[in-house]
């Protein structure tokens, strides 16, 4: 056998062994729906306004507050992710994009 038909086989067979094992099992899954996200980071982030985006377990927020005043960006994503750490851990949340805004900053954009 060629090295490429090996790797055609390869992908083939793990394409199958997702279909038949790994999809299934992302269903088990429990994802969060958007107003428990917005409520975590609200509790978690006080003083902050969140604007939840998504669905299933992928969501993008932007999140609006004066805690951001002065921090780098790192910081601020470090501070959205530390809210959301146990769902992320879980699987409940699986993919997450952060921006975040002073209140300063949100008002000049709107």
Same mark, same amino acid.
């Given at each position: 056998?060629? $090295? #490429?038909? *090996?790797? /055609? !086989?390869?992908?083939? =067979? #793990?394409?199958?062994?997702? %279909?038949?094992?790994? #999809? &299934?099992?992302?269903?088990? $899954? =429990?994802?969060?729906? /958007? @107003?428990?996200?917005? %409520?975590?980071? @609200?509790?978690?982030?006080?003083?902050?306004?969140? +604007? &939840? @985006?998504?669905?299933?377990?992928? +969501?993008?927020?932007? $999140?609006?507050?004066? /805690?951001?005043?002065?921090? %780098? &960006?790192?910081?601020?994503?470090?501070?959205?992710?530390?809210?959301? =750490?146990?769902?992320?851990?879980?699987? =409940?949340?699986?993919?997450? *994009? /952060?921006? *975040?805004? *002073? %209140? !300063?900053?949100?008002?000049?954009?709107?």
């Amino acid at each position: 056998m060629t $090295v #490429f038909a *090996t790797v /055609i !086989a390869f992908c083939c =067979s #793990f394409r199958y062994y997702y %279909r038949l094992i790994i #999809f &299934p099992l992302l269903s088990l $899954v =429990s994802c969060m729906q /958007i @107003e428990d996200v917005k %409520r975590i980071l @609200e509790e978690k982030l006080e003083g902050c306004e969140v +604007f &939840p @985006e998504g669905e299933g377990c992928n +969501f993008q927020v932007t $999140v609006v507050g004066d /805690i951001f005043e002065g921090l %780098r &960006p790192v910081k601020k994503q470090q501070m959205v992710y530390g809210c959301l =750490s146990d769902q992320i851990a879980d699987g =409940s949340i699986h993919a997450l *994009t /952060i921006k *975040t805004f *002073t %209140r !300063a900053q949100w008002a000049e954009l709107n």
